[in-house]
Structures are given as C-alpha cells and as structure tokens.
C-alpha cells in the first residue's frame, strides 16, 4: 500500500483541493483502491465528497480516539475504488492525543487492519 499525504500548517494552500482531485483519479481513471482519510478538523475532504460531518457517527477523530476499533466501521464508500474516512468539524483531536505516548503511529497502527486492501 502506497501512502500519499498532503500536509502544510497554513491554510489556503490546496491541500484539500490536491487530495479530493487525486484521489478521485487514482479510483476513476487509474483503477486503483483508494482510501482518503480526512484528519483535517474542518471536515472538507468529506465535504468536497458529499458527506455531511453531522451526519457521522464514526470519523477519523473517533478512530483515533477509540481503545480498540474496527476500522472498517468508518470507511464510507464515495464510489468504486474510492473509500473515504471522514472528518467531522471538531478541533479538539490535537488536544485529546496530546497526552498520548504513541500518538505519531496511532494511525498506522490502525491501518493495519487494511493490508492489502488498498493500493
């Protein structure tokens, strides 16, 4: 599984933008398995797909605060080939892990429920 991240502290500088459009190519045009996942306390990747972040039960937020998670339970289908991990607006995950002592791998720890699920 190749991993693709968009990142930069400030905002406005197309991070959502970059990720909606190359996923969305990656899954229609490429043929490949793609899972987004928004960790963006603002929710727009979701957004930008159609989802509503009231609407969510399970959001990246929850996943990585959860003890033990089925990841699968927050994987959205956005169509063929793209999945999606939303983000709801909550801008206190950052505050949450903050005390965590494994809070830089939680994420990848989590996503090894997904091996050779995704390309």
Known sequence: MKTIVMANAKGGTGKTTVAVNLSACLASHHG?????????????????????PRQLTYTSYHLLTAESPDIRAY???????????????DPDLENRLEGSHNRDSLLRLRLRQLKGLYD
């Open 32 to 52: 490949k398995r793609v899972l987004g996942i928004d960790l963006d306390p603002q929710g727009n990747f979701g957004i930008s797909f159609g989802i509503d």
């Open 75 to 89: 994987i959205k289908e956005i169509k063929p080939n793209l999945h999606l991990i939303p983000n709801a607006i």
